[in-house]
Structures are given as C-alpha cells and as structure tokens.
Nanobody, 123 residues
Framework: QVQLVESGGGSVQAGGSLRLSCALF????????MGWFRQAPGKEREAVAT????????YYAASVAGRFTISQDKAKNAVYLQMNSLGPDDTAMYYC????????????????WGQGTQVTVSS
C-alpha cells in the first residue's frame, strides 16, 4: 500500500506561482509512475503531468507545458509540481497519484491517490 499526502495549494492571482508537494508513505519501492491530476467543477479529471520514477521521463498536458514542472526527490519520497504563470483556467482540485505500472500515461487509472489540494487562481 502507498499513501499520498498533498500540500501547497491555495489562492493566487493570475500570473502567480504555486508549488505543490506530494509525500509518499508505505511501499514506495513499488511505485514506477507518479502523476499530478486535476479536476475543475463540472469537468472531467485530467492528467497534468507525470514522471517515471526510474528514469525521470516526464509528460505534460498541452495546456500546462512550459508553465508547470514535475520533479521528484527520491531521498525524501516526494514529488513536486511547480506551477508558474497561473491563470483562472488552472483553478481546480489537484491530486497526486501513484502507480506500480511502468507506463505513466495510458488508458488506465492510477492505483493510489491523495486527498487533493485546492488551487484557485483569480483574474
């Protein structure tokens, strides 16, 4: 089992930045993929960014590429999402997720999820 705890959400004005953190607990050795997902009211959940913990390869949704950066700190069992140039469309609940499968982007749902952290961007 893997437990995930997110932090770092909050309210910010458009153009601002936030850094989300995700701490992993439990059987972290089994995790191959980490991801940040978000869900805005009335919208489906979407993958924002993923990282393959073994090699560090990353994926970004087109809507955040160039503005968001996913990173990991294996020593701290943590994953981060640096979000810059935030806009109102980035307002959503952000979730950290982990999976044991080696393919980080695919037609499947990640196995482990955090409780979410709210990000609100005002114009």
């Amino acid at each position: 089992q893997v437990q995930l705890v997110e932090s770092g959400g909050g309210s910010v004005q458009a153009g601002g930045s936030l850094r989300l953190s995700c701490a992993l607990f439990g059987s972290t050795y089994s995790v191959n993929c980490m991801g940040w997902f978000r869900q805005a009211p009335g919208k489906e959940r979407e993958a924002v960014a993923t990282i393959y913990t073994g090699g560090g390869s990353t994926y970004y949704a087109a809507s955040v590429a160039g503005r968001f950066t996913i990173s990991q700190d294996k020593a701290k069992n943590a994953v981060y999402l640096q979000m810059n140039s935030l806009g109102p469309d980035d307002t959503a609940m952000y979730y950290c997720a982990a999976d044991y499968r080696p393919v980080c982007v695919g037609p499947y749902e990640y196995t482990y999820w955090g409780q979410g952290t709210q990000v609100t961007v005002s114009s």
